[in-house]
DNA sequence: AGGGTATATCGTATTATTGCAATATAATAA
DNA sequence: TTATTATATTGCAATAATACGATATACCCT
């Protein structure tokens, strides 16, 4: 096999793991990390910063944009990518909500 | 070709995707949020919740472990499982500092 | 129109992940 | 000791993810 099995899991469970997948891998991060310094910024500088192919690199994005984690508008023959407000608030929150749920450390001493 | 260039990015970028993997599939959360509940579990009650494999199970929580997010201790025939508290802090502050990077929506009105 | 530039997509090779049956290991119970 | 129970490991099949060259697409400029 080698499928996820969606449907055994909640929607939020679900929708964890999807968003966990826009931090899963280094070069996603450093492009998240660039969109956030930048605050706006376009391919072309992500291939310069990071040692990755052109392809690779739109391929990353276009994985972050599935996500909703970053949107690109049309600049002329750029692009111009930067973080979608809206859902890293809404991915802050979902994790937030689940690291919280570990109450003070000193209550789970279990083993 | 199909291999993560981990010299490329910087320590932190790789230490958040590492810890982003053990939220990147959605029966790794149900097994933290079932551990969150329990406040300790064993790898049994975890094949009842879910639906999988006692092999599959396991190997989950073999990934959790290397990750650091859970440990477990031996309890006669059975291992019981809970989140390391203090590894899941250190991952939280991890992602909060990522996370707060982003100030206001309000500036960040770029496209 | 034609050339240059920026990004996306396709095709493909390679490695990683997921899942499970079968088997191994280890502790307990009889 | 032998059987039982709980978990780990192995081996394997199938799908997913990573990476990149080649090519397509789309916009700008002359």
């Known amino acids: 096999m ?11 469970q679900n929708n964890i793991a999807v968003a966990a997948k826009a931090f899963a891998h280094p070069a996603r991060v450093a492009i998240i990390e660039h969109l956030l310094r930048a605050n706006a910024c376009i391919n072309g500088d992500l ?16 994985e972050l944009k599935d996500i909703g984690i970053i949107q690109g508008t049309i600049d002329g023959v750029r692009v111009s990518y930067c973080i979608n407000p809206v859902r890293w608030a809404e ?6 909500q689940l690291f919280d749920q570990l109450e003070s450390p000193n209550t789970n001493d279990c083993c």
């Open 2 to 12: 080698g499928v996820t099995k969606t449907d055994l899991f909640s929607k939020v």
């Open 47 to 62: 291939v310069q910063e990071l040692g990755l192919a052109q392809a690779t690199i739109s391929q990353h994005l276009r």
């Open 91 to 96: 991915i802050k929150n979902q994790f937030n």
